[in-house]
Antibody
């Protein structure tokens, strides 16, 4: 059974950094493309980043240069390193396997 | 970026009656591989998005057959043949033919 569990969210001051984790089970992270999608409070869904099985990575313009997607094959875990955080990055962050399986999300709040 | 436009943004449906949501993309979602990369999601209150339909018309695992998808090119439709109380939530279309992947604004379905 596919399971995705995100952790690492919390309250962080503007300019700070956080690393989100997405622990996967039931499949191999490195053999699939995985994405991060976020949802600001009361808003719609916004694609953030993707990592393909071959290792290529892509980012939304809104996070390019600040966020880094990566994976640890030995831990079967996906990450999102978020630097220089802004108030507009406040959202629930979901990891997703291809397009069909999503985690429960982790809330990131950027505020002073 | 490809713009996804959903209509209506909200609808109120009597249980047992049909419902239909339209999604139009600013560019064709037909890939040279012959597939059309259009997806439909339902986000129930307080939950993560769940995939209903992939590649225009394919129901995802466990999705009831009252949900169906159709369309081609730039015009797509999600239909619910007989709405049930558990179908309440926000429906999103999404394209993945081009990065960044983009979502429609969402259509909120409520039960009369």
């Amino acid at each position: 059974e596919v399971q995705l569990v995100e952790t690492g969210g919390g309250l962080i001051q503007p300019g700070g950094s956080l690393r989100l984790s997405c622990a996967a089970s039931g499949f191999t992270v490195s053999s699939n493309y995985m994405s991060w999608v976020r949802q600001a409070p009361g808003k719609g869904l916004e694609w953030v980043s993707v990592i393909y099985s071959g290792g290529s990575t892509y980012y939304a313009d809104s996070v390019k240069g600040r966020f880094t997607i990566s994976r640890d094959n030995s831990k079967n875990t996906l990450y999102l390193q978020m630097n220089s955080l802004r108030a507009e990055d406040t959202a629930v962050y979901y990891c997703a396997l291809r397009h069909g399986y999503w985690g429960q999300g982790t809330l990131v709040t950027v505020s002073s | 970026d490809i713009v996804m436009t959903q209509t209506p943004l909200s609808l109120s449906v009597t249980p047992g009656q049909p419902a239909s949501i339209s999604c139009k993309s600013s560019q064709s979602l037909l890939h040279s591989d012959g597939k059309t990369y259009l997806y439909w999601y339902l986000q129930k209150p307080g939950q993560s998005p769940q995939l209903l339909i992939y590649e225009v018309s394919n129901r995802f695992s466990g999705v009831p057959d009252r949900f169906s998808g159709s369309g081609s090119g730039t015009d797509f439709t999600l239909k619910i043949s007989r709405v049930e109380a558990e179908d309440v939530g926000v429906y999103y279309c999404m394209q993945s033919i081009q990065l960044p992947h983009t979502f429609g604004q969402g259509t909120k379905l409520e039960i009369k």
